[in-house]
């Protein structure tokens, strides 16, 4: 007798039924591992969204003394911030001057950080008034402040100063002559004034945005990272204290740290996983803390 081959049909309805729940259950198992590495992912995208506006925000403001604020609130700061430091090689006019800008064999003389453009400030520390025979009231301030008004490169400037560097100087013609005028030599700082805070865009998300001041008004505020949460639930926080602590009154003689809370978005899970548990929310913030020079 020929033996029987292939399945019998009551083979075939029991097995057909288990090979569906494996395959189901394989498919739940694939869904729940692409939706924990969709999660993971958001997570670490939401993360480095954070660490790079604490970076952008650190890099600008990190440099500032308490002299360089000029206003704050909860959700943003207005501060000069320097773009240049360098050393005066020749004061060719009242009100012009030019700043050496250093070279590769000697990168101490220069720091730039961006072009210097109309509207920034120079300032120079100012002279001994036994010196110049001043009067002690117009030079109260430790610092000498102009506006600059013009900005070139110029390829004849300081060409015997020992201070010029290999490449041209930067020609910084000022609004107007200043009483002292900054000596050969003197260190200068060009600072540009500044706004940090956030800010709702058109899509309806909240930023952290940087803006300029021009000499006359503010340009656009750009986008510098986001989105954050709104500011009614903590997305940018900014507070001023003290060196005990507690926070800085209004004058900013007595700011000595910028302490920034920033907060990401919160996010619910999917209907399907509300369906499934309960909602899942995230809050991811991150802190930074900045001292002010010249502080103790």
């Known amino acids: ?24 259950l394989a498919v739940q198992l694939f869904t729940a591992q692409l939706r924990v590495a969709g999660l993971q992912e958001s997570r670490l995208a939401v993360a480095r969204e954070l660490e790079h506006a604490a ?48 070279d590769p064999g000697r990168a101490s003389r220069a720091m730039i950080v961006a072009e210097p453009s109309v509207g920034d400030q120079l300032a120079w520390s100012a002279p001994d008034t036994a010196v110049q025979g001043v009067d002690a009231p117009i030079l109260d301030s430790s610092l ?49 004034r500044v ?26 505020v750009q986008p510098v990272a986001g989105p954050l949460d709104a500011p009614v639930n ?8 003290r060196a005990d602590g507690t926070p800085a009154s209004p004058a900013r003689s007595d700011a000595r740290m910028l302490v920034v809370t920033l907060r990401a978005p919160r996010r619910a899970a999917r209907r399907a996983a509300r369906r499934a548990a309960a909602a899942i929310v995230r809050d991811d913030s991150l802190v930074v803390r900045l001292a002010l020079r010249g502080g103790r």
């Open 1 to 24: 007798m020929r033996a029987h081959r292939g399945a019998a049909l009551l083979e075939l309805v029991v097995a057909i039924p288990l090979v569906l729940l494996v395959g189901a």
């Open 55 to 102: 970076l952008a925000f650190a890099a600008d403001l990190r440099p500032l003394a308490a002299r360089d604020l000029e206003a704050w609130s909860d959700s943003g700061v207005v501060a000069h911030v320097p773009v240049l430091v360098g050393y005066v090689c020749g004061v060719p006019a009242g009100d012009v001057v030019d700043v050496a800008v250093g």
């Open 144 to 192: 000498s402040l102009a506006v600059v008004g013009g900005v070139e490169r110029a390829a004849a400037a300081c060409a015997g100063s020992p201070l010029r560097g290999a490449a041209s100087p930067w020609r910084l013609r000022l609004m107007a002559p200043p009483v002292l005028p900054p000596e050969p030599a003197s260190l200068v700082v060009v600072r540009r």
């Open 195 to 220: 706004e940090w805070r956030i800010y709702r865009a058109g899509d309806g998300a909240h930023y952290l945005g940087r803006r300029d001041w021009n000499g006359s008004a503010w340009t656009t």
């Open 234 to 241: 903590g997305g940018f926080v900014l507070r001023v204290l």
